[in-house]
């Protein structure tokens, strides 16, 4: 009898890596000399797409065939790349819910989709989720949503995926922006990335080679992640990595807002680009990068790279 290592998570899901570089020649960025490029990594996997892919397999290679119980909103895309992770190689995964009310409503499409990837749904408090964090509390979540386990039996992953696994994942993003991977040419060179928990700017600025730069443009209001992503790097490299900044002005109200002058913007740039342009996080971030280059705040000659993190949900 032989015994073969199973596969990798990583190699197991065949991703499209590196994520292809694309140049789109938008006049708003070529009329002051500078370069517009996508980096799609809303190519990488069909069902678990963009950052997803990069900060959720290192976790499933931690988490080594146990159930993976992790936490997230209605909407959420993390929810839905964990629960689709889990059907395609074969582990359980249990998602816990923002929002009790949720509870024996029908469900949402990214929940039903969650469900029928065999995703356990449970749904809790806003207060007990927002407490998570504290071990007390999660023991407790734990209980309640996966019956008799104990903090050893599951792997858990925390709210966005982001954590130091996921952090050393998306240096690999940073990394395949550099000269010598094929990324864009030499020179001055600006990376614009959305965040949500800032996972992916966390890993992405300790990838990028020297002379570059990320900016991160948070779609939460609230002015605390900065402390976040640097507590993030203390955790995976272990201090600061990279040079990288945040710009707060373009979270249009919040996480899930997207009023008509964004929808707009998006609109029009699926228009010039043909790509689907997902609202709650990449619109932001383009539409960011545009004002941005517009206020001259890029040098001519400077190529600026957006990370297009993911696609529309479905
Ligand atoms: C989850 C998500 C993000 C946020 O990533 P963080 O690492 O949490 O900052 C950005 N873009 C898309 C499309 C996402 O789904």
């Known amino acids: 009898m032989t015994h073969e290592a199973p596969p ?27 370069r517009l490029l996508l980096k799609r990594d809303d190519l990488i996997h069909p069902d678990i797409p963009g950052n997803k892919w990069r900060k959720l397999t290192p ?15 209605a909407y959420s895309n993390h929810l839905r790349a964990v629960a689709a992770a889990g059907r395609l190689l074969g ?24 469900a029928a990837d065999g995703m356990r749904l449970h749904f809790t408090d806003r207060a007990a989720y927002r407490a998570k964090r504290d071990p007390v509390v999660l023991a407790r979540i734990l209980r309640e949503a996966t019956g008799d386990s104990t903090p050893d039996d599951v792997y ?14 998306c240096a690999d993003l940073g990394r395949e922006l550099s000269p010598e991977t094929g990324g864009a040419g030499s020179g001055a060179h600006v990376v614009g990335v959305a965040c949500g ?65 964004l929808d707009a913007f998006a609109a029009d740039f699926e228009q010039r680009h043909g790509l689907a342009v997902e609202r709650l996080y990449v619109a932001k971030m383009l539409y960011g990068l545009t004002a941005l280059a517009e206020e001259g705040a890029f040098p001519a000659g400077a190529s600026v790279t957006a990370v297009i993190t993911g696609r529309p949900a479905p």
């Open 59 to 73: 976790n499933l290679e931690a988490a080594a065939g146990r159930p993976v119980l992790t936490f997230g909103g």
């Open 156 to 169: 858990v992953v925390p709210e966005g995926g982001s954590n130091a696994p996921a952090v050393l994942g």
């Open 197 to 261: 928990t800032g996972g992916t700017l966390a890993g992405l600025a300790a990838g990028l080679p020297r002379g570059r730069r990320a900016i991160g443009f948070p779609v939460l209001r609230g002015g605390f992640l900065g402390e976040e992503i640097r507590a993030l790097q203390r955790a995976a490299f272990g201090g600061p990595a990279g040079d990288w900044s945040l710009d707060e002005r373009f979270h249009f109200g919040g996480y899930a807002r997207t009023p008509p002058e």
């Open 8 to 34: 990798s998570p990583s190699t197991a899901l065949r991703p499209a890596l590196p994520s292809p570089l694309q140049e789109t020649g938008d006049e708003r960025f070529t009329s002051r000399g500078l």
């Open 91 to 114: 582990f359980d995964t249990i998602g816990v819910v923002r929002g009790d009310e949720l509870a024996g409503r029908p469900l949402n499409p990214s929940l039903a989709q969650c």
